[in-house]
């Protein structure tokens, strides 16, 4: 399977942004499929996943205000962030798995298969 995010660039603050996920191969044996985020110097944390089934998680800082989606027929993933601030400023990956993860195993990274090249999202103020 691979992956390839777009739609990154530049925002003033309060504006929004649309991520897709692209998968290609062996998209059926996808499960959960998410988006991660690194800023500079932070570990690379879990913004939000969504399983095949349609159970959704999102991190507490942008529930409210970012919105995963998937589309199985397209095999992409969506991520669209609205209400953007400074410090959503940060390169956006998303990330797949052949297995359904409960919420809280989510968030380890070393669950996830397959992961794509990562797409910048700047966020001014």
């Known amino acids: 399977v691979q992956l390839q995010a777009s739609g990154g660039g530049l925002v003033q603050a309060g504006g929004s942004l649309r991520l897709s996920c692209a998968a290609r191969g062996s998209t059926r044996s996808i499960d959960t499929i998410g988006w991660y985020r690194q800023a500079p110097g932070k570990q690379r944390e879990l913004v939000a996943s969504?399983?095949?089934?349609?159970?959704?998680h999102y991190e507490a800082s942008v529930k409210d205000r970012f919105t995963i989606s998937r589309d199985n027929a397209k095999n992409t993933l969506y991520l669209q962030m609205n209400s953007l601030k400074p410090e959503d400023t940060a390169v956006y990956y998303c990330a797949a798995t052949r297995r359904g993860l409960i919420a809280t195993s989510r968030y380890d990274r070393t669950n996830y298969d397959y992961w794509g090249q990562g797409a910048q999202v700047t966020v001014s103020s």
């Open positions: 969504i399983s095949r089934g349609g159970s959704i």
